[in-house]
């Protein structure tokens, strides 16, 4: 049955955790003053697919005592929303149409050296499930609270090329999310390459696989997209589509 596995593709870490929608990040330590440099990054990604799926996620990361483009102590706080729809196997119960919302407070640290960023998180999350009918076959129901956990990394191999990935796991219905994506430099750190992601929970598992773009800048804004084929293990093929967008200050 179609579970709430596919909203952790925002979190993406999402939120390295998943959520998370930071993964298409492109930036590197600035050779300026550190004072210059931006403290807080707000990261927003809107998540749809052909089988009924639509989510957004809201990111913040703040670096309390250094500048994001230094090594340093980060806090992330995430929310995330969506709604999906399914049919039960359950006899006389149809399709069900759910909600999900979740939100995580965690604390990591972030290493930034010359060519590559690696950071881990972790902290509490909560997560809530409704459905518009009940279904005995849905045991990701309810509200839970449990720990999320997460890495990060983006490292430029050459002058010309990047890699990035994202992957995080949460005790809340065993959800997991993983995101790896390479790139060719169209431009300065506009890269566009193919993405493979995966992603579920205890009932849930779904394949993606696509293509990015990452790294488009307008002023203090950063975008990103991406787009493909997934594969669903009880509804199988279908589209997924992902626009995500970074504010640093």
């Given at each position: 049955?179609?579970?709430?596995?596919?909203?952790?593709?925002?979190?993406?870490?999402?939120?390295?955790?998943?959520?998370?929608?930071?993964?298409?990040?492109?930036?590197?330590?600035?050779?300026?003053?550190?004072?210059?440099?931006?403290?807080?990054?707000?990261?927003?990604?809107?998540?749809?697919?052909?089988?009924?799926?639509?989510?957004?996620?809201?990111?913040?990361?703040?670096a309390?005592?250094?500048?994001?483009?230094?090594?340093?102590?980060?806090?992330?706080?995430?929310?995330?929303?969506?709604?999906?729809?399914?049919?039960?196997?359950?006899?006389?119960?149809?399709?069900?149409?759910?909600?999900?919302?979740?939100?995580?407070?965690?604390?990591?640290?972030?290493?930034?050296?010359?060519?590559?960023?690696?950071?881990?998180?972790?902290?509490?999350?909560?997560?809530?499930?409704?459905?518009?009918?009940?279904?005995p076959?849905?045991?990701?129901?309810?509200?839970?609270?449990?720990?999320?956990?997460g890495?990060?990394?983006?490292?430029?191999?050459?002058?010309?090329?990047m890699?990035?990935?994202?992957?995080?796991?949460?005790?809340?219905?065993?959800?997991?999310?993983?995101?790896?994506?390479?790139?060719f430099?169209?431009?300065?750190?506009?890269?566009?390459?193919?993405e493979?992601?995966?992603?579920?929970?205890?009932?849930?598992?779904?394949?993606?696989?696509?293509?990015?773009?990452?790294?488009?800048?307008?002023?203090?804004?950063?975008?990103?997209?991406?787009?493909?084929?997934?594969?669903?293990?009880?509804?199988?093929?279908?589209?997924?589509?992902?626009?995500?967008?970074?504010?640093?200050?």
């Open positions: 049955m179609w579970r709430v596995g596919w909203c952790i593709a925002l979190a993406l870490a999402l939120v390295c955790s998943s959520a998370e929608a930071a993964d298409w990040y492109t930036g590197l330590p600035s050779d300026g003053p550190a004072s210059n440099a931006p403290r807080v990054a707000i990261d927003i990604a809107i998540d749809g697919t052909s089988q009924r799926s639509l989510a957004g996620a809201m990111i913040g990361t703040i309390p005592f250094a500048p994001l483009d230094r090594t340093g102590m980060r806090i992330r706080i995430a929310g995330l929303g969506g709604t999906y729809s399914y049919i039960s196997s359950a006899p006389g119960v149809g399709r069900v149409y759910g909600t999900l919302a979740d939100g995580s407070f965690m604390a990591g640290y972030e290493w930034v050296l010359k060519r590559a960023t690696i950071a881990i998180y972790g902290g509490p999350e909560i997560t809530s499930n409704r459905l518009s009918e009940y279904d076959t849905n045991s990701v129901k309810g509200t839970r609270f449990g720990f999320k956990m890495v990060e990394f983006f490292v430029e191999p050459t002058d010309n090329t890699l990035s990935g994202v992957a995080s796991y949460s005790t809340n219905n065993d959800a997991y999310y993983g995101r790896l994506k390479f790139g430099a169209f431009a300065d750190h506009l890269y566009i390459g193919p493979i992601i995966a992603l579920g929970d205890d009932y849930f598992q779904q394949w993606r696989f696509g293509g990015h773009v990452s790294g488009l800048r307008l002023g203090m804004m950063q975008l990103g997209v991406s787009g493909g084929f997934l594969n669903d293990r009880v509804r199988g093929a279908g589209m997924y589509g992902v626009l995500e967008t970074r504010f640093t200050f």
